[in-house]
């Protein structure tokens, strides 16, 4: 799936963090990095910074999916604004992702 960014430019990134929150229930990292390509060069050209929020590395916990939650939301606590990519709605922890954004003022953009 290809997502346009052309929309993106009316958006202020200069200087910003930014975190992408997507669906990758399942998904290999190539996949979720295609996701995510044509979102992360426009942030990219517009000035802003994307923070890398695939994680990579061998998860051993006893509740995966919270793990990853607690993971995202420190990287998500770093950033001045978020992009929900879609299917973020059905994503239970792209949903909490936008909870915090909405509870500790973090601007979302949803896509």
Known sequence: MTISSSFLDSYNFKGKKVFISQPMKGKEKKEIEGE???IVDAVK??????????????????????WCLGQSLQMLAEADVAIFLPGWKEARGCVAERYCCQNYEIDAIEI
């Open 45 to 66: 050209a517009l000035g802003g910074e994307v923070i890398d929020s695939i994680l990579s590395e061998e998860i051993v916990s006893k509740n995966k999916p919270l």
């Open 36 to 38: 995510r390509k044509n």
